[in-house]
């Protein structure tokens, strides 16, 4: 979902529902614009302004939550590239290839600024995942005459292991989680909403104007939602620091 699109949409159909009732009201039959039936509409409309808070309350919780963890994991990822270097620089000039290799693969991987959905470390790119694999394959094939440095080799193999996990984990988490019919459920709260307020409210300019910052508002609002729950795009995003920083370290 482009939160662009999201955006727009939702402030023409806020902005729109609101119009329709205001100007709506002067049409029908004048027992619909006695104030029992305004009072009504206005009891049903607080129904869904209760129902449209909580339920945006818990997007914008959930796309956060998710926001924070791909962070985390996105430091641990690039945190676990150095570590790894580190610990086949200990082993010793043996795994001079296996460097090579892990080199290549984070100067791939590492980009500069902000993500875009093609980047190799968000996708299943054949290169990039060749590139990993390759470490591994090398890590694997280097021969090591003495337990201790058979064991420190052992303890690289794990942290190998812990990489193509969280690159993996980065990748599953690439894409956005908050559902779009929910999406669009929440949107048709808010234009029953917003209809209800122009419904029988005074046609001046201030009005009108109100009416239209409030849909921008509530319309950036979900465009943050949006934003927060693919962290790696979007005006709201994760940055490549991390990587960029692994990739400075292992290159010294």
Request: charged residues 15%.
């Amino acid at each position: 979902m482009d939160p662009t699109i999201v955006f727009i949409t939702t402030l023409v159909c806020l902005f729109g529902s609101a119009m329709v009732g205001l100007l709506l009201f002067e049409f029908v039959p004048p027992h619909h614009r006695s104030e029992e039936t305004r009072n009504v509409i206005r009891l049903i409309a607080n129904i869904f302004v209760v129902m449209t808070s909580l339920v945006m309350g818990l997007m914008i919780n959930t796309a956060k939550n998710r926001f924070d963890g791909i962070n985390r994991d996105l430091h641990a990822y690039a945190t676990n590239l150095i570590l790894l270097d580190r610990s086949l620089v200990d082993i010793g000039p043996e795994t001079m290839v296996v460097r090579e290799r892990l080199r290549a693969y984070v100067a791939r991987a590492a980009v500069q600024g902000s993500f875009t959905s093609s980047d190799p470390l968000l996708v299943s790119d054949v290169t990039s995942e060749q590139l990993l694999t390759a470490v591994g394959a090398a890590l694997r094939s280097i021969s090591l005459s003495d337990d201790q440095r058979v064991a420190m080799r052992t303890d690289a193999q794990q942290q190998y292991r812990k990489i193509l996990e969280l690159r993996w984990a980065l990748i599953e988490q690439a894409d956005g989680s908050i559902p779009l019919l929910l999406l669009v459920m929440v949107i048709c709260w808010l234009v029953l909403i917003f209809g209800s307020f122009g419904y029988g409210a005074p046609r001046n300019a201030t009005v009108i104007l109100s009416l239209l910052l409030a849909a921008a508002m509530i319309a950036a609002a979900l465009d943050l939602i949006l934003d927060l729950d693919a962290p790696f795009t979007g005006s709201i995003s994760i940055s490549s620091a991390p990587l960029q920083r692994a990739l400075a370290e292992i290159q010294r």
